[in-house]
């Protein structure tokens, strides 16, 4: 009997040990807000500080995800879909209600830097405070200023859909004792006050790592930052921006760099998919200067540790090296109808050389030989675009883009996977073959 106390004892002491170590790595850091007044007066009557928050609130895309398809700016209610359920993001006009009417500047700066809400509860990681904690507390109280600014909407915010356990305070805690820790960015002395503004960016209110980084199953970012991810739910896979062989930009010409971001396209590459997003609602308005920051960053981004690279890059080798795997070598009856296939479909556009076309310093129909997009082993992003199409966002610099039609009505999985394969065979690619089974699995993945 003294023993099964004396266990029961035990057991509980670590009990009361894990509960305040986790009250401790959830609390770490954070702001007094108990003496706080309820509304900014000051914030908001500085103008230059209003307009400084509405190009930072630009810069984290925010009114992207905080505005619903149809509804009013920053009312929130658009659902974000995850692999545990869907998050329906809140309102940030400054409604007294229902949005942020009565939060104060060290409310916003907690839910920024700690990723906790004004009534306490501690918000899911949709909300990327893993990277916007790195945002000063300057930046900070001028996107509160914006916000407050902006007309209020009596929108009331819409609850969580998540599945049991994911949808409890006390298993959002164990993920956040596990995989965030607060901490306002640092600048690094060794490198440029342009290169560090460029990091800056990229890694808080840009949080590009949100989708350029691998997650692990329970939805926390896992291995090199920015080192490529498939996106969940949506289905696609942002590239690495390290790697030469997917999207890294060591030797790209900054002011491509630039080009890319500001207009979305360039002489090297065009975006598609949720990046269209990214820049139709931020960095297009981002000053050359944030944008020359940010390309310069992002070229001098180590490159993969291995000598082949990362691990979607060590396959591309193994592939160059092994033709005998590749497309190419595909059977003949395949590639014969992959063949007829690109002829009718694609050609008139990409080229029977697949080189594409240009118009003035961009490309209006992207080269298919030699393009890293073709090449990479993840085909998702292929099968996506042949499927529901594409086109680069309309922007100043670019506003009438070409683009692509959907196939999905007209080309079977059969039919994608021939054409595909045939382009990832051809004009000197050699890149794996694209099977029927991998387009109907990304095809049931579709949102209705």
Known sequence: MKRITQALAGAALLLVIAAALLWFLNTRDEPDVGGAQAIAQTLQSDSALVQRGAYLARAGNCMSCHTARGGEPYAGGRGI????????????????????????????????????????????????????????????????AYLKSIKPVSQPNQPNTLRFPYNTQAALAVWRALYFSPGVYQADSRRTAEWNRGAYLVGGLGHC????????????????DLAGGLIPVQNWYAPSLASPHEAGVADWDRQDIVNLLKNGV?????????????????????SNEDLNAMAQFLKELPAPAAAAGSAASQE???????????????????????????????????????????TGAFNAYPALAGNRAVLMPQTVNLVQIVLNGGYAPATAG??????????VLVLDDSDVAAVLTHIRGSWGNQASAVSPLEVNRIRARQTP
Not at 329 to 353: F, N, T, V
Not at 398 to 407: E, I, V, Y
Request: with cysteine; proline share 8%.
């Open 209 to 224: 790592s949100a989708c350029h980084t691998a997650r692990n199953v329970m939805g926390a970012s896992q291995g090199a």
């Open 81 to 144: 879909e995850t692999p545990f359920g869907t998050i329906y993001t809140s309102n940030l006009t400054p409604d007294a209600a229902n949005g942020i009417g009565n939060w104060s500047p060290a409310h916003f700066w907690r839910a920024m830097h700690n990723g906790r809400s004004k009534d306490g509860r501690l918000l899911y990681p949709a909300f990327p405070y893993n990277n916007f904690t790195l945002v000063t507390r300057e930046d900070s109280d001028a996107m509160l």
């Open 398 to 407: 670019n506003p009438r883009p070409f683009g692509m039609p959907p196939f």
């Open 316 to 358: 591309i080798a193994v592939m160059a090296m092994a033709p005998s795997d590749s497309a190419a070598k595909a059977p003949a009856p395949l590639l014969a109808r992959g063949a007829k296939l690109y002829d009718e479909q694609c050609a008139k556009c990409h080229g029977d050389d697949g080189k594409g076309q240009r």
């Open 266 to 286: 360039s002489s090297r590459a065009s975006v598609n998919g949720p990046m269209t997003e990214v820049v139709q609602g931020s960095t297009q308005h981002l």
